[in-house]
Every structure is written in structure tokens, then in C-alpha cells.
């Protein structure tokens, strides 16, 4: 750990940062090993890179993606988040292909050098476009101008240069602000927005807003940050597309224990109109696996908030509908040896470095005949796990 830590604190990490991160044991490696990776390109990481090796290895888990972009970002032909940004995002969409040098430095904007005839030019063009949007609104158009000036030709720019000469040609055709610009609007005035044709960015899901438009398209889970591809993660995939047939499956999944609250409100909300938004199912499932707390009431309760709330669930299914194929399964993961009985106690594997189990090498049989003395009820709730 104190080898990791003087790792981190050399990349510019505090050493609050550092010990923080170390307390998280994958992005501790992915970390160590960019930074590993990055020094046999460079003999200096100051800042600049160390920071964007860091959010790299917050968003990448695979090995050989983080000594390619570790390359990249060591040389300096990676160096902006904005591009660090767009090069996980291009990994994400080739999960398993080689990679296009040439096509992802295209992507990524490496080797694009912006000068500052060409940032002032091009701002004078956009600005004369809109300038009677300018002159109605004045300042208060600035943060529209800025944003149309980074999603056009300047996107790989330098985004502080790009920010002085906007605010500078502004100024130049405005003059300073004055009281009216820098106080807030009255309730009474309405500023009249100008309309700005903005595309919706690719892979957005319509419809949606906040995170859940983000979200992956079904099928498409290896775009997820951190996830990790393995060979056989494309076929799953598909398979999982030809069972589905490509719709959106959600579930609404209560303990019938009690009366639903507002925080149930909006899951309900959620899965079901996320589900409908993309022309999808949504289940209401049961989780009824403690039933000395459920009954018949609360089951009711919940089916009736659903269809008050205006949803119809696809299908109505129980959690302890399942219990047998669950059972089975554990028993197979125990006999592969992925699975074991333990007698650790919650106080014992409390934090985020908790002692290895001494019960982890028991033997397979041992651990499927104590497995079954708890189905059976033989030992006390709590007194192992498994």
C-alpha cells in the first residue's frame, strides 16, 4: 500500500486522494498499472498527464486498452479531458476489434493544432451568424455563443482561449456591461431565447433526461464505463438480443412488507415509462423472499399504486417462483468450486479490506452438505453464509 500511494502522490494525487483511492481495489490496479504503463514513455507525469491517467483508469479496466491509451496520454497526444473523453468513448464503441490507429486519432482529435488567428476567425464567423440574438439579449447570449463555439470546428481547441475570444469580440461589439447586464431579470420580464438548432448527440436515448439519457441501448452494455469484456461477451450479448428481440425489459421489484412510499413513486415511475419510452416490458416482481413480515394486503396495495400511478405491468411475478432454479444454481457455483459456506461475521468483513475467508479452500463436499443443512433449517439464520 505505501508503494502505491508514493505512486499515486507522484502522478499529483493529495494524499487524502490517494489513500481514498487505494480503499478502491480495481481502480487501484487499473490506476497502478496506467501509471506503470506511462512511464515507459515518459520520464516526468506532472499533472496534466496524472489527471488524465486517473480518469482514464476510473472508466477503462482492460489491460491492453490502458497501456494503449497510457501511450497517448504520456506523449501529450492526448491532452485534455476533452480528448481523454473521446478516446475511452471510441474504445467503448470497438469493444473487440483491433484498433484503427489512424481512425481513432481522427476521432480523438490527435495531431489537431488550433492556432489563435484561426480560434479569432472563426468566432467572428459565428458571432456575425447570431448577432442580432447578441444584440437583443447581450451578455446573457454569451454561454449559447460559447457553446455553439465548442460544438463546431473549435471542439479540439484550447477551451480557455476559446472562452477569452468570445468574451473579447463580445465586448467589442457590445461594450463593458452595464447595470442591466449584470442583474439578475425581473419575474415580469421575459427574455425571448434564441432558437438554436442543436442536434441530439449520438447514442442519447430520445425521450429521456438526466442519466437515463445515457444509457446504453440494449446490447450495447460494453459502453457502460469499467465494463470488461471477455472473449466470449459479444455472443452472450447477442444471445440476450434474440431472447429479448432487441426490447427494453425493466422491473418494478417491492418487498410486500408494507405500505409503498414516495420514494417507490418514482421507481415505479421510472421502469415503467423508461420501458415505454422505448417500446419495451416492465414486470412487477415481488420480492418476496421474507415472508414472516408479508401479507396479503400489502401485495394488494402494491398492485393497486402501480395501476394508480397509470401502469400496467407486463407480467406479475414472485421472487420465491424462482427459488429452486436459485438453489440449483448455488449448488452448481459450489461444485465448481466459485462457491463456499463461511462462518465470517458481519463485524468481521465490515470496510473496504476485510480478512480473506479461512473458509475459502473447504472442501467441495463439505461446503454442499453444510449448504443443505441450511436449506434445511439446521443451522441458525446468520451463523454461516454462503
Not at 495531431?111 to 464567423?125: F, P, R
Not at 427459488?323 to 449448488?331: K, M, T
Given at each position: 500500500k ?8 507522484g ?5 487524502e486522494k490517494?489513500v ?12 497502478e498499472?496506467?501509471?506503470v ?11 496534466s ?6 480518469a482514464v483508469?476510473s472508466?477503462v ?23 481523454a ?5 471510441y474504445?467503448?464503441d470497438?469493444?473487440?476489434d483491433?484498433i484503427?490507429e489512424?481512425?481513432f486519432?481522427s476521432?480523438?482529435g ?13 468566432v467572428?464567423t459565428l458571432?456575425?451568424a447570431?448577432k ?23 471542439k ?5 482561449a476559446?472562452?477569452?475570444e ?11 456591461k452595464?447595470?442591466e447586464?449584470?442583474s439578475k431579470?425581473?419575474k ?9 438548432e442543436?442536434?441530439p448527440e449520438?447514442?442519447k436515448?430520445?425521450g ?9 441501448k440494449?446490447?450495447?452494455?460494453y ?7 471477455t472473449?466470449?461477451t ?7 438480443l434474440n ?33 415505454a ?7 412487477l416482481?415481488?420480492?418476496?423472499t ?9 401485495f ?9 400511478l397509470?401502469h ?19 449448488v452448481e457455483?459450489?461444485r465448481?468450486?466459485l ?7 458481519h463485524?468481521?468483513?465490515q ?5 480473506p475467508s ?8 463439505e ?14 439464520e446468520?451463523?454461516?453464509?454462503r
Amino acid at each position: 500500500k505505501n508503494m502505491s500511494n508514493e505512486l499515486f502522490r507522484g502522478i499529483g494525487l493529495s494524499e487524502e486522494k490517494a489513500v481514498e483511492t487505494l480503499k478502491n481495489a480495481m481502480l487501484s490496479k487499473a490506476l497502478e498499472q496506467i501509471i506503470v504503463d506511462a512511464r515507459k514513455h515518459t520520464s516526468s507525469i506532472d499533472w496534466s498527464i496524472g489527471k488524465l491517467l486517473y480518469a482514464v483508469a476510473s472508466r477503462v479496466r482492460t489491460p491492453e486498452r490502458l497501456a494503449f491509451l497510457a501511450k497517448y496520454i504520456a506523449t501529450k497526444q492526448i491532452a485534455s479531458s476533452l480528448q481523454a473523453d473521446a478516446a475511452v468513448d471510441y474504445l467503448k464503441d470497438h469493444p473487440v476489434d483491433s484498433i484503427d490507429e489512424a481512425d481513432f486519432e481522427s476521432a480523438c482529435g490527435v495531431g489537431i493544432a488550433i492556432s489563435s488567428e484561426e480560434i479569432e476567425k472563426k468566432v467572428s464567423t459565428l458571432i456575425e451568424a447570431h448577432k442580432s440574438d447578441l444584440l437583443a439579449q447581450r451578455y446573457r447570449f454569451g454561454p449559447a455563443l460559447l457553446t455553439m463555439a465548442r460544438k463546431s470546428d473549435l471542439k479540439w481547441a484550447d477551451g480557455k482561449a476559446v472562452k477569452t475570444e468570445v468574451d473579447k469580440q463580445i465586448e467589442a461589439i457590445l461594450g463593458p456591461k452595464t447595470k442591466e447586464d449584470v442583474s439578475k431579470p425581473g419575474k415580469a420580464k421575459s427574455v425571448k431565447v434564441a432558437s438554436v438548432e442543436v442536434k441530439p448527440e449520438e447514442g442519447k436515448q430520445s425521450g429521456m433526461v438526466g442519466e437515463a439519457a445515457n444509457f446504453h441501448k440494449p446490447g450495447e452494455n460494453y459502453k457502460t464505463d469499467r465494463y470488461v469484456v471477455t472473449p466470449k461477451t459479444m455472443e452472450m450479448l447477442q444471445h440476450h438480443l434474440n431472447v429479448t428481440g432487441g426490447r427494453v425489459l425493466t422491473r418494478f421489484p417491492p418487498e410486500p412488507n408494507g405500505i409503498l412510499h414516495i420514494g417507490h413513486a418514482k421507481a415505479i415511475n421510472f421502469n415503467f415509462k423508461y420501458a415505454a419510452t422505448h417500446n419495451g416490458l416492465c414486470n412487477l416482481r415481488y420480492d418476496d423472499t421474507n415472508p414472516e413480515n408479508e401479507e396479503e394486503r400489502f401485495f394488494r396495495g402494491i398492485l393497486d399504486t402501480v395501476k394508480w400511478l397509470g401502469h400496467n405491468p407486463w407480467r406479475i411475478t414472485h421472487s420465491s417462483d424462482y427459488f429452486d432454479e436459485l438453489y440449483e444454481l448455488a449448488v452448481e457455483l459450489i461444485r465448481r468450486g466459485l462457491a463456499y459456506v463461511c462462518h465470517q461475521q458481519h463485524k468481521e468483513i465490515q470496510g473496504h479490506n476485510p480478512p480473506p475467508s479461512p473458509w475459502r479452500n473447504r472442501p467441495i463436499d463439505e461446503s454442499l452438505t453444510l449448504f443443505e443443512d441450511m436449506r434445511k433449517g439446521k443451522i441458525d439464520e446468520g451463523e454461516v453464509s454462503r
